[in-house]
């Protein structure tokens, strides 16, 4: 299905860089990861996943360790003036269904999140990129070591500083509020209790201070203004500052280099949305990658860069409105969609809910199982509703498997009639119709 010369470099080992990693490597795509920081990286940052991130790593194979490594959100118990307190959630706990079987953020501190992504991704530390040069055939990539690779594809994956971002000359378009700025650090200490999420007000619907604890750990994770007086008796770890930064990149492509992550957009760390958004470009991108074709990479950035847009001003808002409450659905990323996009192939006259652009959701299958299970991998699947008769030889990596009418996978599909959906390798749904000559043309257009 996927043509050579594929050989990508990803700068920068992230939960984004990683992840790529992790798709090229399903994909049999040769990469090679650097990473400037001499080690992995240190501290909780991120600590929240989402819903349709959950979902990304169960394609991956990785989500019961992630569920093993993390824990729920706690409860907020907030502390007001004069030692009275009141307990408050961000969102209320959501129960799984047939169709989304993670429906609540999972927290992990994000070094655990980087270090089971990095489990068997030959990462090389202390390597980062100073130059990039570009042409028709390929990139080069000049290491500080003074190294130059040649590869096919660039992904810079490098951070809100990304140098590859600056090597291509893309704009990085938006605000940074140096007057807002925020400690975040991991600490050690005893007198409160690790089953709530600790919060002192300022008096208003924000907040002065805040201990968070870390599942898995003996830490909490400290949140306050650069001002603020820190009780005393805290062990502290690691640390870091925070300022106000909400930018995206103007371009997420130029020739064979491509921006992800914080390369391309960063956000307010209110709703939890820069390590999850930056998740989804690598799914997005990686087995773009791996087919190698210019016009399928071209959707990456058709895809990716409204989406990343609307979340950026989901999360801006959050953090203007200064509140606690993180229970708009949008949040949980289930529901971000390529409809309309590049790729989204709908035929039918009279869809149901469930279209060409949207994510694919679980379903119970008939003789057991969920059809997560037949998504898992690098590989294209069509669900062929109501078909009676089996499908032509098809191109490509293709698995075909028929359902039936009636059933609760074809009520979660919403299925009207007989229709072949076809979910690409990113579990999104790409094209939709009741004649097969529509999916072969599709997969003419996407197999290489």
Known sequence: MFTESR??????????????????????????????????????????????????????????????????????????????????????????TEAVPYPNMLMVPQWRTTALLADGIPVEYGVSVTDVDQDESGVRVTLQTGETITARYLVGADGGRSVVRKAIGVAFEGSTYEEERMLIADVTLTGLDRDHWHVWPDGGSSFRLSLCPLPGTDQFQLTAPMDSDIPQGLAMGWTSEYR?????????????????????????????????????????????????????????????????????GISTTLHRASTFRRDDPILRQLSLNYRGGPLA????????????????????????????????????????????TALPDLPGSVRVHHLPLGGPSAAIYDVRGTALFLIRPDNYVGCVSSEPEDVIAYLKRIAH
Do not use: C
């Not at 709703?271 to 470009?281: E, P, S, Y």
């Not at 399928?296 to 950026?312: C, I, K, N, S």
């Open 244 to 312: 106000a930064n909400m930018r995206m990149a103007s371009r997420f492509r130029v020739g064979n280099v491509f921006l992800a992550g914080d390369a391309a957009h960063v956000h307010s760390p209110a709703g939890g949305q820069g390590l999850n958004t930056g998740v989804q470009d690598a799914y997005n991108l990686g087995w773009k990658l791996a087919t190698g074709d210019p016009e399928l990479l071209d959707t990456y950035e058709a895809e990716r860069l409204p989406v990343a847009a609307d979340v950026l």
């Open 7 to 96: 050989f990508t470099v990803i700068a920068g080992a992230g939960p984004t860089g990683l992840a790529l990693a992790r798709v090229l490597q399903r994909h049999g795509v040769p990469f090679r990861i650097v990473e400037k920081s001499p080690a992995p990286a240190e501290g909780s940052r991120g600590k929240g996943l989402q819903p349709r991130t959950l979902e990304v790593l169960d394609d991956l194979g990785l989500i019961a360790d992630f569920q093993a490594a993390g824990g729920p959100y706690p409860p907020l118990l907030v502390h007001l003036p004069g030692g009275a307190t009141m307990t408050r959630r961000m969102d209320e706990e959501h129960q799984p």
């Open 345 to 388: 192939a709908e035929h039918r006259a009279d869809p149901g809910d469930v279209q060409a652009g949207d994510r694919a959701p679980d379903a119970p299958l008939p003789a057991g199982g969920r059809v997560f299970d037949l998504l898992r991998g690098p590989h294209v699947t069509v669900l062929a509703f109501g078909l009676a």
